[in-house]
């Protein structure tokens, strides 16, 4: 368990709203990812975070944003919900203990959104 | 486009036998390989890892087999068990430029029927 609580866990949504999901961990680890999962695309990085206030841009980061104001929390925010961001939202932190870290990333449960 | 690649969505084996998952990757520049396990409704799950400088890694029931030269890896189940039936994620990180980001595959999904 890496201590990865998402809220809310599932989500249906209009068109145009804006929507906030947020990720927290416990363990206080610097890096932290938002994914989308969608059939036949697998899991693809939409935004993440090297610490506080540091962010940046994965491969779909369109019509997202993020922001990290404190190491346990990560949101990701959709300004303008639209029906093809309806897809499984994914946060992941990236342990780094005593100077070693490995690129293994560990996983939230997972926030079902429908926009429709 | 996609770095790494499985190119089958699908793998039905039964229960006993083994499962061979597949892998391609284009980016010469990976050198860590990751394997998750995802079951419904539920975030994936660390399996296994191999670093490019081996070209097999064992544990338990699952052994992770890396071919540099191929550009190719493949998970090893056996025997598999029900509990296997779940989607299967291949997953890449870069030593050059190291960005601290994993690209995944689309997955492959594995049923193991009894």
């Known amino acids: 368990d890496a201590g990865i609580t998402q809220s809310p866990r599932h989500k249906v949504t209009e068109t145009g709203t804006p929507v906030t999901l947020r990720c927290h961990q416990t363990?206080?680890?610097?890096?932290m990812y938002w994914y989308r999962q969608d059939p036949g695309h697998g899991l693809r990085l939409i935004h993440y975070?090297?610490?506080?206030?540091?962010?940046d841009k994965g491969e779909v980061s369109d019509g997202y944003s993020v922001s990290r104001s404190k190491t346990e929390d990560f949101l990701l925010t959709l300004e303008s919900a639209t029906s093809s961001q309806t897809s499984v939202y994914f946060c992941?932190?990236?342990?780094?203990?005593?100077?070693?870290?490995?690129?293994?990333?560990?996983f939230g449960p997972g926030t079902r959104l429908t926009v429709l | 486009d996609q770095q790494v690649k499985q190119n089958s969505p699908s793998l039905s084996v039964q229960e006993g036998r083994i499962s061979i998952l597949n892998c391609d990757y284009t980016?010469?520049?990976?050198?860590?390989f990751l394997w998750y396990k995802k079951y419904p409704a539920e975030g994936p799950t660390f399996l296994i890892s191999?670093?490019?400088?081996?070209d097999k890694n064992e544990d338990g029931r699952f052994t992770v087999f890396l071919n540099k030269s191929a550009k190719h890896l493949s998970l090893h189940i056996v025997p598999s068990q029900p509990g296997d039936s779940a989607v299967y994620f291949c997953?890449?990180?870069?030593?050059?430029?190291?960005?601290?980001?994993?690209?995944f595959g689309a997955g492959t999904t594995v049923t193991v029927r009894a």
């Open positions: 992941a932190i990236r342990p780094w203990t005593s100077g070693t870290s490995t690129d293994t990333q560990y």
């Open positions: 363990e206080n680890h610097r890096y």
């Open positions: 975070s090297y610490g506080v206030k540091d962010t």
């Open positions: 980016n010469s520049m990976f050198d860590y």
């Open positions: 191999i670093s490019s400088i081996k």
């Open positions: 997953a890449a990180s870069a030593q050059y430029p190291y960005d601290y980001k994993l690209s």
